[in-house]
């Protein structure tokens, strides 16, 4: 799968590569596409992967100019009919998607950034088929600390040591299963990719393919994953208590 995103970041490959395995697990035996929800993609960057794959995706984006460069995105692709994009954001879910009506929802760097992210997550839950899967990636407090104090910005790094709003694997953790969710997976990215010279990979095709193989190999270690950039968690959901 590498070959295929050979032109993406060491750490975009690798979190494809992450999503398509859970994505084929979840697709093995069925007949029909999957139904995924793309909340806040943009432009586009990940929903045209999906849709090379055969997947129907549905975008969620509150920015019309997004929404604008993912219509030509989609165009230029010959996707047309595979992707389409909805004003909103998450908490609009129930009212454009509908409660069970999704087989995936994709969550990449938005958690961050709504009200109420346990709102968020229930309303993810809720849009999702019975067995339905969660790809969410969030930005972890001990990456962005560390990056601002070894680049000298001190005080900076205290402050932002001190937000209680900053996310860590434990938070995210409590805030997905009380959402309703079972964690299936977590995994660190970017923990060493991230830290390496572009220059150092691209002056030999060996390098990226060593660096992504050892992403992977670090990738759920819990020293690692901690002080990784980001950290991605595949999380089913489950059924409401009866």
């Known amino acids: 799968m590498a070959e295929r995103w050979r032109r993406k970041s060491v750490s975009q490959t690798f979190l494809l590569d992450l999503l398509d395995a859970e994505l084929d697990r979840l697709a093995l035996g069925d007949t029909r596409p999957l139904d995924v929800v793309d909340v806040g993609g943009g432009t586009g960057g990940l929903a045209t992967a ?57 969550c990449h760097r938005v958690l961050e950034v709504v009200d109420s992210p346990a709102d968020a997550l229930a309303a993810m839950a809720d849009v999702l088929r019975p067995g339905g899967v969660l790809s969410l990636l969030v930005s972890q407090r001990h990456a962005l600390v560390l990056t601002q104090a070894l680049a000298g910005h001190i005080a900076l790094a205290r402050r932002t040591w001190a937000e209680q709003s900053r996310f860590d694997e434990q938070r995210v953790i409590t805030l997905v299963e009380q959402a309703r969710f079972a964690v299936l997976a977590r995994h660190g990215v970017g923990a060493i990719a991230d830290h390496v010279p572009e220059s150092l990979v691209e002056a030999d095709p060996q390098n990226s393919a060593e660096l992504l193989a050892l992403e992977a190999e670090i990738s759920q270690d819990p020293a690692f994953r901690a002080l990784a950039p980001q950290l991605h968690v595949f999380a089913q959901v489950q059924s409401r208590p009866r």
């Open 50 to 106: 999906l849709a090379a794959q055969g997947h129907q995706v549905t975008v969620i984006d509150p920015s019309p100019d997004a929404l604008a460069s993912l219509e030509r995105r989609t165009a230029d692709a010959g996707q047309k009919g595979r992707i389409r994009g909805v004003q909103g954001d998450a908490a609009d879910l129930a009212q454009i998607i509908g409660a069970h009506r999704a087989d995936v929802v994709v």
